[in-house]
């Protein structure tokens, strides 16, 4: 059974800098595609990055292009996520994910098949 454990979240203020780490255990960390989601109260979830399985690939919305930055540690099964120059609107809980069903990365979330349960960031202006 394939667990994600998302860690790494708090309370910052606006333009401070946040990372976010996930660890995979149950499968074969380096067969998934993994991606970073967040989610606020009544909406879905909003593709945040993407990385493919070697980590040479990534892929970013323009609303967090520049800011954050998504790496992956094959060796270790952990997947982060460097966010900087953090604004208010960043704020939400932040779930990683990983996909088994494709290697480059995609913005949907039909695509992901494991989903960790989250982490908190709140940026204050």
């Known amino acids: 059974q394939v667990q994600l454990l998302e860690s790494g979240g708090g309370s910052v203020q606006a333009g401070d800098s946040l990372r976010l780490s996930c660890a995979l255990s149950?499968?074969?960390?380096?067969?998934?595609?993994m991606a970073w989601f967040r989610q606020v109260p009544g909406k879905g979830r909003e593709f945040v990055a993407g990385i493919n399985r070697s980590g040479g690939s990534s892929l970013y919305p323009d609303s967090v292009k520049g800011r954050f930055t998504i790496s992956r540690d094959n060796a270790k099964n952990t997947v982060a996520l460097q966010m900087n120059s953090l604004k208010p609107e960043d704020t939400a809980v932040y779930l990683c994910?990983?996909?088994?069903?494709?290697?480059?990365?995609?913005?949907?979330?039909?695509?992901?098949?494991?989903w960790g349960q989250g982490t908190q960031v709140t940026v204050s202006s």
């Open positions: 149950g499968g074969t960390f380096s067969m998934y595609g």
């Open positions: 994910a990983a996909s088994s069903y494709r290697d480059e990365p995609i913005r949907g979330p039909t695509f992901y098949n494991y």
